[in-house]
């Protein structure tokens, strides 16, 4: 496994009336945080929060292009971001004990923290399609390029970590500094990743490695 220290490209809040930040994704222009009772749209050129939406928002984010997904409780909410309705609701596979989420590949990929283990569930029913063991608590996931990455925070101790999809094998870590927790993780699809900071409040910024082809 190859580790590094993670670079911090820039910190974004603490942000009022948001004392912790949840999950984390990206539209394209946006950064949404979640803050357990709003969705907070981020432009990370300006740091400043646009608008936010009201909604239950107790653990992962991800967005497919059109829709937000938001874990509430043992729940995910579909969830227009223009207007802020919920047009759906599926049950979560943690019944509760989940963190982190994303899309890819037309799916859901929730990460289940104590369990230490990623899900890919159905976006429709929440059907659960295939999982995936990890050696560390799981916090935010992400896929960019193909590549499935997690958040992991236990104690003192947080990485951001590339593993392999079918075997759970960690390829590479990325170890925040001490006392800086990953929370939501998501890929801008180039080369940053935005992590939730958890009670800190804020958002980070790291720079994402490009490996070199072969």
Not at 52 to 79: N, P
Request: hydrophobic share 35%.
């Amino acid at each position: 496994m190859k580790r590094s220290s993670a670079e911090i490209l820039r910190e974004y809040g603490p942000f009022p009336g948001a004392e912790r930040v949840n999950g984390v994704t990206f539209d394209g222009r946006h950064v949404w945080f979640a803050d357990g009772g709003k969705l907070n749209a981020l432009d990370p050129e300006s740091g400043k929060v646009e608008r936010s939406i009201e909604v239950a928002s107790h653990a992962g984010t991800a967005f497919d292009g059109k829709h937000l997904f938001q874990i509430a409780e043992d729940r995910i909410h579909k969830i227009d971001p223009a207007t802020g309705r919920v047009l759906a609701t599926i049950p979560a596979p943690g019944n509760g004990g989940d963190s982190g989420m994303a899309w890819a590949e037309g799916s859901l990929w929730v990460g289940q923290h104590q369990a230490r283990r990623i899900h890919q569930i159905d976006p429709e029913t929440g059907k659960i399609l295939r999982t995936i063991e990890s050696k560390r608590v799981v916090t935010g996931v992400t896929w960019v390029d193909g590549e499935l990455w997690h958040g992991t925070w236990e104690g003192e101790e947080s990485d951001v970590r590339r593993i392999d999809p079918g075997t759970g094998e960690v390829l590479e870590s990325l170890e925040m500094p001490a006392g800086t927790g990953v929370s939501g993780l998501e890929s801008d699809g180039g080369d940053r990743f935005f992590c939730g900071g958890g009670g800190s409040g804020k958002v980070r910024a790291v720079r994402r490695p490009r490996r070199r082809a072969a």
